[in-house]
């Protein structure tokens, strides 16, 4: 039985998150997906909202579960009995960031293995960050984010695109 877990803050999840959740699960037995209370970034959405987003971008998915967490993603990894973590790669921007938080994770336990997908070209550009940027600026990032999601943002920003 492999588990990963795939950790995030998902704030909000995009297409690109999704692209990740859909080649990894078909990869695993089972994939948790972790939402990070994350201390650090102060997130648009709460986390009710990006845990409700996320179950709807993979209602369908079998082997793919949804979960929030605090604290370490190794521990979050132990916790769910899962020996991988998944994170995407975008541009080598991504790169050295990852490195050492994987380096570190594997420092504290070395049982678990980080392992890592290249984006899809298409959307190699996409991140939380850009979609809530054009969102906020009134556009439509339909082609970015789920239904769900788009309806969420217009909600944040008060925008009748
Ligand atoms: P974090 O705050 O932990 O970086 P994110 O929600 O921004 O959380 O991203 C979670 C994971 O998904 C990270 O590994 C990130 O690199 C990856 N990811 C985000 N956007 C994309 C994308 N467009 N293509 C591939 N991976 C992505």
Redesign the pocket.
Known sequence: MIRAI??????PV????I??IKRSAANVDELVVGI?V?KV?KPLFTMAERYEMLCDAVKGMENVRVETFEGMTVDFARKNNASIII????AVT?YEY?MQAAQANRTIDPEVETMF?I??LK??Y???TTVKEIASYGKSVDDCVTPLVSEKLREKFSCTF
């Open positions: 795939y950790p995030g803050s998902f704030d995009t297409f690109g998150h692209d990740i990070l994350n970034k994170r995407g790669l975008r991504d990852e997908l984006t899809d959307y190699a996409l991140s939380s």
